[in-house]
């Protein structure tokens, strides 16, 4: 085994403290960026009917608010039937991934035309935006 004595000592005791003080601000700096890295915030988003029922054929404007406008996102607009099918319209077009952009106010809406002929009872429209998803429910007699 190597001795070591007066500054061979000195030198090698300074390396070693300088290699251990160098992973102890490695492991500080990783812990800080680790804990001050940001969450992802909730966005929030609110849905809407013009009203609460509705007859078969009758318009509904499914509107709604997202707190900031993000830039190339889109607000997803799903209907579902009660029992939880996806809805279509008066002309056979599904109710579904209907992708409205929010104005500068940060508002969207979209009109839909309901089919006649199909299962009345609470009906659902769901709003997501940059993975939150909210829902209201409207009557169909």
Do not use: C
Request: net charge neutral; charged share 15%; glycine share 8%.
């Amino acid at each position: 085994m190597p001795s070591f004595q007066g500054p061979k000592l000195f030198l090698v005791l300074l390396a070693l403290s300088s290699f251990i003080m160098a992973l102890s601000v490695a492991e500080m700096h990783t812990t800080l960026a680790f804990m001050s890295s940001p969450s992802p915030q909730l966005r929030h988003l609110t849905v809407v009917t013009d009203k609460k029922s509705y007859g078969f054929g009758d318009f509904v404007e499914i509107s709604g608010h997202v707190d900031q406008v993000t830039k190339g996102m889109t607000v997803r607009v799903d209907v579902y039937m009660s029992g939880g099918s996806v809805a279509y319209s008066k002309n056979g077009t599904l109710l579904s991934d209907m992708r409205i952009k929010p104005d500068y106010d940060a508002l969207y809406s979209v009109k839909i035309q309901l089919p006649v002929g199909v299962p009345g009872g609470a009906w659902t429209a769901s709003a997501t935006y940059e993975g939150n998803t909210v829902d209201t429910n409207f009557t169909v007699r």
